[in-house]
């Protein structure tokens, strides 16, 4: 199964540059982006100019969004239902993207563990 790496995931290994289950995911091909975590990572990199960052990100396979607007409506409420404030329209959609695509999602932010309990969403 493919696993959607979000932002947080991302940022970390580029500060740090070790993360063993990103690189075991990467090493077997089954790493996954969309546009909008592109958007969120790549401005930064190119006024960095880390050209080779944005070369590796090219590569990984991009899936592309639908966006239900009616089912981010839907989300949003169950989560402010069960107590999850805060979570923006941009992390909705991911979480959208990987239930609709069969994805697991990898995440450093903590709201995305909370929404996974009231919704198909699959954690990495």
Known sequence: MSVLVDSSVWIDYFRSGTETALDALI???????????????????????????IGILREVTK?????????????????LRNGI?????PDLIIAQHAIQNGLQLLSRDKHFERLSRYTPLALY
């Open 27 to 53: 090493d077997e091909n089954l790493v996954v982006v969309n546009d909008l975590i592109l958007a969120e990572i790549l401005p930064a990199l190119h006024i960095r100019r880390q050209r080779k960052l």
């Open 63 to 79: 899936h592309p969004i639908q966006v239900d607007w009616d089912e981010i409506v839907q989300t949003q409420i169950t989560c």
């Open 85 to 89: 404030n805060k979570v923006g329209v």
